[in-house]
């Protein structure tokens, strides 16, 4: 039975990482940047994976981990996302429909497999990210569907599939139906290289058809072309109704584009493990605390709790019940 | 390149993880035992993993952990299984491969999936397992490689694939190719209820065709129907040239037909984190050793000091070299 009302929609890559280990060498011997992520192709999807150490394999997507995140939030979610019909789209499938997430796209019919993010973890504990997209690229505008944005509060899409023509033009079409019934749009830019990919691109989007812009700080750099905090918050203001500035351990910066920007402070975790999804989790928090119009301040708050528990174990989806947390924490 | 010579050959269900939580409720929904392991069909795994948690999935299969491990003690493994041509059975081929183990059994095609292992964690740690063997069930004697045979040591075969009707007949085949070649053969009995199922038809295979015989303490006194130590060890001398009882922290017991029988203490290991793949990684040691021509003492102590690292830490493969373990403790 399908939730009346969805907190948030997710429109991104549908993925599944293959953690591995490996050393500097092997990194170089690739070209993959340490820290980093670069999209490759098939052919060298099968060359690195061929020579990669043995794996574990667990669903990922910066989009599908946030979504993940509404539902250990409480909050009712629904993913857009492309995966083939094989074993690995099937686990994809699995383990979002398992949170009780509405997940419906159809799989792609003879078109590239499921893709698949190859994480290679050094021994410092960096993880540096090849992604092959398979069939998450394959996501068009036929894959939205207008009855479900319009039982949606927040329509939020990944920056990094922003960068797939079809995709993009999906996302294009999803913001139109989204204005249409009234409701909000969100982007998360993903990685400063696609800002800079991207350029007037992605500024024009968000102008057009975007309210809610979440960034981190090299990101936001990227978008507004400066260092300065003070710069970045008017030029934010000019473009967008509200953006989110995330800084690690330094909090966020809140700037609506009317009215005070608020600080939010970081939550710190009960360990430092693995700051992937960090970002991901942040977005969860913060969307689902705007759906329910939850004043800034405290959406900033849940944004960071949820982060704080990604950040305090190894792997990008959370480990403990977020809703639980946030009780005890009186967030929600 | 292949390697000339093989120390260890395993022949035995070629098998993907799906390791995820859940509580005691969801056990006892669906009949599974605690602690234990059943086999489902496809129906009922679809209804289980349907109804399971968000999962992460890695390698694993007994035997093919066995093999692991060789490898990852610097021997030369090879293995034989059945996997489909899908992406989990890409994986599972990939993280064998990728440790250096030879391991060329063509894939199923035209019929069930890749086989899996729908593991579920209750909160107290326990694992509880149910397989859906899918494509693993499908090894026949057309897979067994006489030429393979010939450059091997020891064949070593999994009590689990013993109760399919084809993969025994393959047994017996490289059972009696090893033979016709002046190699020898090992069987572990995999868990006591196989043990119990076979009754004298496993019995009379090892009597038939089998040079080294790996036991729990459940399963041996599965097999010799007694709780008596001395009357399993007579029984054991019996009925096989050389038997290992392994029982847990208190050690292990090799019987061979003539001469005394040793005793070989456990190795503590570093933390008790989970036991699952204790007795492959044990086996492993102690076949390498033999294949080596160690001394009894010495191979146990290998195996010993194996398993101590596979218990020390989440997962049934070795996550550290085990040679460099076992050459820092100067038992290689």
Redesign the interface.
């Known amino acids: 039975m399908k939730n009346e009302k969805l907190d948030v929609i997710g429109f991104g890559n549908a993925i599944v990482d293959?953690l591995a280990k490996c050393d500097d060498a092997f990194l170089e011997g690739f070209a993959i940047p340490k820290g980093g992520m670069i999209l490759i192709d098939d052919e060298k999807a099968a060359a690195i994976?061929?020579?990669?150490?043995?794996?574990?394999?667990?669903?990922g997507g910066s989009n599908a981990n946030a979504i993940?995140a509404i539902a250990s939030l409480g909050g009712a979610g629904g993913f857009v996302g492309k995966v083939a019909a094989?074993?690995?789209g099937d686990?994809f499938r699995?383990?979002?429909r398992?949170?009780g997430v509405e997940y419906d796209t159809g799989s792609l019919e003879n078109g590239p497999?499921?893709g698949r993010c190859l994480v290679n973890v050094t021994p410092d504990a960096q993880r540096s990210m090849a992604t092959f997209l398979g069939a998450a690229a394959h996501v068009t505008q036929d894959d939205v569907d207008e009855a479900q944005i319009a039982r949606g509060d927040i329509s939020f899409f990944e920056g990094y599939l922003f960068e797939q023509p079809h995709a993009r033009d999906g996302f294009v079409r999803a913001c139109e139906l989204a204005r249409k019934h009234g409701k909000r749009t969100a982007l998360t830019l993903s990685d400063a290289s696609v800002v800079e990919r991207q350029g007037a691109t992605i500024t024009d989007f968000i102008r057009d058809h975007i309210d809610i812009v979440l960034a981190n700080e090299a990101e936001a750099r990227a978008l507004f072309d400066t260092d300065n905090l003070s710069v970045i918050t008017e030029k934010a203001r000019a473009l967008a109704p509200l953006t989110a500035v995330t800084r690690s351990e330094h909090g966020s910066i809140l700037v609506p584009r009317e009215g005070d920007a608020v600080e939010v402070a970081a939550h710190t975790p009960d360990a430092l493990e693995d700051t992937t999804g960090a970002g991901d989790a942040y977005a969860a928090g913060f969307l689902l605390g705007l759906a329910r119009d939850y004043d800034l301040a405290r959406a900033g708050a849940l944004g960071a709790l949820a982060a704080s528990e990604v950040i305090s174990h190894f792997g990008a989806?959370p480990a403990a019940s977020l809703q639980q947390l946030a009780s005890d924490a009186g967030l929600i």
Chains 1, 2 share one sequence.
């Open positions: 293959v994976y061929g020579a990669m150490a043995p794996g574990v394999e667990i669903s993940a094989d074993s690995l686990i699995h383990d979002l398992s949170m497999a499921t989806r």
